[in-house]
């Protein structure tokens, strides 16, 4: 049975008023009792640093969880329900349980083991309200945003409310590659190891710095760790296998293993029936060696083979799949895409800038001002354009996933059919995309953009319908300003 105490007095370390814990509290427990519940509700009445708290029965409504746990495997079975579930990703989480469960570190936000007194609690509500403050600054992700995207970005978020926050990965021999990420897993309901190709896309996206912890060999038939590494016979690739003394008799020239030798306490020569009796006369042994005892081939180094203990694939070695572990902390480029709700064109718009290279916003905005100075001395059409790649990033993400090289190689060439070498490129925050077409005008521009959506469409078999706007740089009431105004 937990147990809780109650201080006479608050004595918790100061919290700032910016810290001070305020909103709906939902209180769970394993076994059915109200101990917890009045342990809060006096806690609430009587610390001054918790006095905007309540306490709700209504999950959707609650800012706050704690989870009244007797045992390990409760506190996962419904943390597996909670964080599982959008709606409570980001929920600033506690767990009281019988000890600190250190497994529970990655995926809550507290550990208290039992007794719990008054002065932990406070001080555990200031760090939780800090999160939750946090979160308060966030808008609501849209309605319209793919699962993908938004999976991300609750991730994401996840790493802003929480700053700094490390995820590392844990040990797990259920898992494919050996390891897992228990919170991403939570958030994407999957089983243990396959959240480390979600990872490795956010990270590509630039959303995540990694570090490398380790290096796995995965099966390259079915992308498990679990591999034998045998030794084997070069020549007959035999397991029987074994390190045998070779003796050389000299009389007769014969070289075979000391097993052939022996009968009984002596040692009698296979091939000529002479005994052997003192070595360095009669015989020596020139080395320790493998002998295959199949077909009788010796050799100094045996071969290596591979046996996947899971689809029972043999290969060799070098055929192994390498795929490194890594821990993660948010970017600077994630830690902006949290706040703003927005991903940055992700994994499509990292090819479109290694394929076309882009320019830093303040050249961009030079050449653009000699742009629309040399079309309005010589009267010659160009177009700046704007479009946004969220909804192609979106729509392939899947794709990408599936074959990265193929996809990236693919979507390189249809972006070398579109684009020219003299078209300039910058990025602005939320994923847009300015574009100037120098000598090409506007009805040009859109005819070069219903071509992208064509390309991709038979490429993909992705139906696209981009967003873009178009300005011309010859028009005589054109002006950076101008520009500049209208693209805000």
Same mark, same amino acid.
């Given at each position: 049975?937990?147990?809780?105490?109650?201080?006479?007095?608050?004595?918790?370390?100061?919290?700032?008023?910016?810290?001070?814990?305020?909103?709906?509290?939902?209180?769970?427990?394993?076994?059915?009792?109200?101990?917890?519940?009045?342990?809060?509700?006096?806690?609430?009445?009587?610390?001054?640093?918790?006095?905007?708290?309540?306490?709700?029965?209504?999950?959707?409504?609650?800012?706050?969880?704690?989870?009244?746990?007797?045992?390990?495997?409760?506190?996962?079975?419904?943390?597996?329900?909670?964080?599982?579930? *959008?709606?409570?990703?980001?929920?600033?989480?506690?767990?009281?349980?019988?000890?600190?469960?250190?497994?529970? *570190?990655?995926?809550?936000?507290?550990?208290?083991?039992?007794?719990?007194?008054?002065?932990?609690?406070?001080?555990?509500?200031?760090?939780?309200?800090?999160?939750?403050?946090?979160?308060?600054?966030?808008?609501?992700?849209?309605?319209?945003?793919?699962?993908?995207?938004?999976?991300?970005?609750?991730?994401?978020?996840?790493?802003?409310?929480?700053?700094?926050?490390?995820?590392?990965?844990?040990?797990?021999?259920?898992?494919?590659?050996?390891?897992?990420?228990?919170?991403?897993?939570?958030?994407?309901?999957?089983?243990?190891?396959?959240?480390?190709?979600?990872?490795?896309?956010?990270?590509?996206?630039?959303?995540?710095?990694?570090?490398?912890?380790?290096?796995?060999?995965?099966?390259?038939?079915?992308?498990?760790?679990?591999?034998?590494?045998?030794?084997?016979?070069?020549?007959?690739?035999?397991?029987?296998?074994?390190?045998?003394?070779?003796?050389?008799?000299?009389? =007769?020239?014969?070289?075979?293993?000391?097993?052939?030798?022996?009968?009984?306490?002596?040692?009698? =020569?296979?091939?000529?029936?002479?005994?052997?009796?003192?070595?360095?006369?009669?015989?020596?042994?020139?080395?320790?060696?493998?002998?295959?005892?199949? =077909?009788?081939?010796?050799?100094?180094?045996?071969?290596?083979?591979?046996?996947?203990?899971? =689809?029972?694939?043999?290969?060799?070695?070098?055929?192994?799949?390498?795929?490194?572990?890594?821990?993660?902390?948010?970017?600077?480029?994630?830690?902006?895409?949290?706040?703003?709700?927005?991903?940055?064109? *992700?994994?499509?718009?990292?090819?479109?800038?290694?394929?076309?290279?882009?320019?830093?916003?303040?050249?961009?905005?030079?050449?653009?001002?000699?742009?629309?100075?040399?079309?309005?001395?010589?009267?010659?059409?160009?177009?700046?354009?704007?479009?946004?790649?969220?909804?192609?990033?979106?729509?392939?993400?899947?794709?990408?996933?599936?074959?990265?090289?193929?996809?990236?190689?693919?979507?390189?060439?249809?972006?070398?059919?579109?684009?020219?070498?003299?078209?300039?490129?910058?990025?602005?925050?939320?994923?847009?995309?300015?574009?100037?077409?120098?000598?090409?005008?506007?009805?040009?521009?859109?005819?070069?953009?219903?071509?992208?959506?064509?390309?991709?469409?038979?490429?993909?078999?992705?139906?696209?319908?981009?967003?873009?706007?178009?300005?011309?740089?010859?028009?005589?009431?054109?002006?950076?300003?101008?520009?500049?105004?209208?693209?805000?």
């Amino acid at each position: 049975m937990l147990e809780y105490k109650i201080a006479t007095q608050d004595t918790a370390t100061p919290v700032s008023s910016a810290a001070r814990a305020k909103g709906p509290v939902f209180l769970l427990s394993e076994t059915e009792n109200d101990v917890l519940y009045l342990f809060v509700k006096k806690l609430i009445s009587e610390s001054p640093t918790l006095a905007n708290l309540t306490i709700t029965t209504i999950l959707p409504e609650a800012e706050f969880i704690i989870l009244n746990a007797n045992t390990e495997q409760w506190v996962w079975q419904t943390l597996h329900d909670l964080r599982s579930e *959008s709606e409570h990703f980001l929920t600033p989480l506690l767990v009281i349980g019988e000890t600190e469960w250190e497994s529970l *570190s990655d995926v809550t936000d507290a550990v208290l083991s039992s007794p719990v007194r008054q002065n932990d609690m406070v001080e555990i509500f200031g760090q939780l309200s800090q999160i939750q403050n946090r979160l308060r600054q966030l808008e609501a992700l849209p309605k319209s945003i793919g699962q993908s995207s938004k999976n991300r970005l609750l991730l994401l978020r996840y790493f802003f409310s929480r700053d700094p926050q490390l995820l590392s990965p844990q040990r797990n021999y259920r898992a494919k590659a050996g390891y897992t990420y228990p919170l991403v897993q939570l958030l994407l309901n999957t089983r243990a190891g396959e959240e480390i190709s979600f990872l490795a896309s956010v990270h590509e996206a630039q959303l995540l710095n990694a570090k490398l912890v380790d290096k796995v060999n995965i099966c390259p038939h079915c992308d498990h760790t679990q591999i034998n590494f045998r030794e084997i016979c070069p020549k007959c690739a035999s397991l029987n296998i074994n390190e045998e003394t070779t003796i050389h008799h000299f009389r =007769c020239a014969y070289i075979g293993r000391e097993s052939e030798y022996k009968l009984g306490m002596k040692l009698i =020569c296979p091939k000529c029936s002479k005994e052997l009796r003192h070595i360095g006369v009669d015989y020596d042994k020139p080395s320790e060696v493998m002998w295959c005892q199949d =077909c009788n081939h010796n050799f100094s180094e045996p071969a290596l083979s591979c046996f996947c203990l899971v =689809c029972a694939a043999v290969f060799g070695p070098e055929e192994a799949q390498i795929r490194p572990i890594q821990e993660f902390v948010i970017s600077e480029t994630g830690y902006r895409a949290a706040e703003e709700g927005v991903l940055p064109g *992700s994994g499509v718009l990292g090819i479109l800038k290694k394929e076309l290279g882009f320019y830093k916003n303040e050249v961009f905005a030079e050449y653009l001002r000699l742009e629309i100075a040399r079309c309005t001395r010589y009267k010659t059409p160009s177009t700046l354009a704007r479009f946004n790649l969220s909804a192609a990033n979106e729509a392939l993400a899947e794709k990408q996933l599936k074959n990265s090289r193929k996809f990236k190689k693919d979507f390189a060439a249809i972006i070398g059919q579109t684009f020219r070498t003299s078209d300039m490129f910058t990025d602005l925050s939320g994923g847009d995309i300015l574009i100037i077409f120098t000598h090409t005008d506007t009805a040009s521009t859109q005819i070069a953009f219903k071509r992208l959506a064509e390309n991709i469409h038979k490429r993909f078999n992705v139906e696209l319908k981009l967003k873009y706007e178009v300005f011309d740089l010859s028009s005589t009431a054109t002006n950076l300003d101008n520009i500049w105004e209208t693209l805000k």
